[in-house]
């Protein structure tokens, strides 16, 4: 019997591309002179909705005309931007995208290695960096070939800019010459249309580019505003004064939750957003009670240290809606956290989705709350099963992996036909996490996939072990998840190898020479005779996973 879940109602979504949408629609409730981007240290350098659009075209313009960004046609110029947060970032994203580019985002804590190979993965011959990602930039074009007059730097202060590292070439932010966006209301061609890449690694450690198109996130964007704002008008009718929408930019925007959570939704809803260059504990709070932050989004191990650190007294009694999402939150913390916000009355919920499914697919209608950890109803014009290994749906009660379709669910992966057949069953994207139906209310129960997700992000354990196994001392490794407080996961080596050629130490320092911060094997490293394998030879990861538990059992959440 199929057992296909969905919202009991549709929405019709708009035929028109997202700047259109934002820009020069009555749908966006931002008006010219709304604030939408500020600095968080120095709030008086900011963006209007007008000089937003200024700049974005200018951006067009300069991108355009002096590196062909779009000259060609729309949808296949790649341009890579690997930036801290500022209030520029979403002048560029919307600026590459109006000259018919495709904006590529680059986590801001990659190696040169690492942003060379995803420069080369989605074929992008122009690089934009912040300020302190200049060096990383530089390297990384070095070993692309590319000509550092096509790597750019983006600033927001004391000046906004957008300079070439040679041969000065800079964009005139306030008389240059603008070009705006072809506007586009075909259905398949915005559903074919390919604006956004964002990077996922799989089982395979081979970085997979999500294409994520015009229908993608205008779907996301007006599918999660319907029932917000029918709960407005409610309160409006009512005789209730809105609360002003502010949100602290934390989180990195190379993620769909930066992404999304920063540059589109609150733009739509007339959000003001205040940009930290990068998190920083202390700041971090210091922002949210100064700047008064109504609206905050975070992943599950920062509420925890928001929930468990003796600095946090009223830094949060703003706060009036509050989501988390990118791991599973238990009921426990939930309720832990809730006490923390707002002034008693705020209740923490839930937000479930992918890159793939441009976020959320399951969300907490405002108004209504859930302590239980379900990660919330499925969104109208999805649908969602949950099936076994045979693809036959399972009983309510019984885990199985989550499937979906709908207008969310992106088109493939960026040169990549054979992870997109593999992702797909039939018109079904495969999210390889494991999820069971208690009582109507879904809950995230394991993932299918080995990808391990540290602080909402992604760590792909053979990306470890491929390079581990490059060490002339090191035999052979393998990586396993080690869960954390907060629903993170860190790595755990475990490896075939002579500890007196090569020490604990020794094995960290090899990697956090080559990877990024979040990938390092904070889970300690193990020595072992073998590895455990299967008759073909697969390393059997659940057996080295109930080792290590045994081992440690739950490490420090400050690891």
């Not at 019997?1 to 035929?15: A, E, Q, T």
């Not at 060096?135 to 000046?159: F, N, Q």
């Not at 506007?183 to 970085?207: A, N």
């Not at 969310?408 to 018109?427: C, I, S």
Request: proline letters at 5%; one cysteine or more; hydrophobic letters at 40%.
């Amino acid at each position: 019997m199929s057992r296909v879940y969905r919202h009991p109602k549709s929405v019709d979504i708009p035929n028109i591309d997202l700047l259109t949408l934002l820009f020069d629609s009555e749908l966006c409730a931002a008006q010219e002179d709304t604030p939408l981007h500020l600095s968080a240290t120095n709030p008086s350098i900011h963006l209007t909705k007008a000089s937003l659009r200024a700049l974005v075209e200018r951006i067009a313009f300069f991108l355009q005309s002096r590196f062909e960004v779009g000259a060609q046609g729309r949808n296949k110029d790649v341009v890579v931007v690997m930036t801290s947060g500022q209030p520029a970032a979403p002048a560029a994203f919307y600026g590459i995208i109006a000259a018919g580019g495709v904006f590529s985002a680059a986590s801001p804590s990659f190696t040169p290695e690492e942003l060379a190979r995803q420069i080369k993965q989605g074929k992008g011959n122009v690089v934009v960096v912040s300020e302190d990602s200049k060096d990383v930039g530089i390297k990384a074009a070095k070993m692309c070939g590319i000509s550092l007059k096509r790597v750019l730097v983006l600033t927001s202060e004391p000046e906004w800019g957008l300079k070439s590292l040679e041969g000065g070439v800079a964009l005139n932010w306030k008389t240059g010459d603008r070009l705006t966006w072809e506007r586009v209301t075909d259905y398949e061609d915005l559903k074919k249309s390919l604006i956004v890449l964002l990077y996922s690694s799989g089982t395979t450690g081979v970085p997979k580019g999500v294409m994520l198109s015009h229908l993608n996130l205008v779907a996301e964007l007006y599918i999660t505003s319907v029932k917000g704002r029918e709960w407005a008008a409610k309160e409006v009718a009512e005789g209730r004064e809105l609360p002003e929408y502010r949100t602290l930019a934390h989180l990195p925007v190379a993620h769909i939750a930066g992404l999304f959570g920063y540059f589109i939704a609150p733009f739509y809803s007339a959000g003001a957003v205040y940009w930290m260059r990068r998190f920083s504990w202390k700041p971090f709070l210091q922002h949210m009670k100064d700047l008064k932050i109504t609206s905050f989004y975070t992943v599950p191990s920062i509420f925890l240290r928001i929930a468990k650190s003796a600095d946090v007294t009223d830094q949060f009694r703003t706060v009036q809606t509050a989501i988390t999402g990118a791991a599973p939150m238990d009921g426990e913390l939930q309720q832990a956290v809730n006490a923390k916000l707002g002034t008693g009355d705020v209740r923490i919920s839930q937000t479930w989705g992918l890159s793939e499914t441009t976020g959320a697919v399951t969300a907490m209608p405002r108004g209504d709350s859930d302590v239980t950890g379900s990660i919330s109803p499925i969104l109208p014009n999805m649908e969602m099963r949950i099936v076994d290994e045979g693809w036959h749906d399972v009983d309510a009660g019984q885990p199985g992996e989550v499937i979906v379709r709908g207008p969310l669910v992106t088109q493939g992966y960026y040169d990549n036909p054979a992870a997109t057949q593999e992702t797909f069953h039939d018109d079904w994207f495969c999210t390889g996490d494991i999820a069971v139906d208690r009582g109507g209310k879904f809950y995230i129960v394991d993932r299918k996939k080995e990808l391990l997700k540290y602080k909402g992000l992604q760590i792909a354990p053979a990306e470890i072990e491929g390079l581990l196994d490059t060490h002339p001392a090191i035999q052979e490794a393998a990586i396993v998840g080690l869960p954390i407080e907060g629903g993170s996961e860190v790595p755990r080596a475990y490896i075939v190898a002579d500890p007196g050629k090569i020490s604990e130490d020794e094995v960290k320092e090899f990697v956090k020479s080559k990877l990024a911060d979040y990938k390092q094997i904070r889970g300690g490293v193990v020595y072992v005779d073998e590895l455990p394998k299967n008759a073909i030879g697969k390393i059997l990861r659940r057996d080295l996973r109930d080792r290590a538990k045994k081992e440690v059992g739950q490490v420090a959440a400050k690891l």
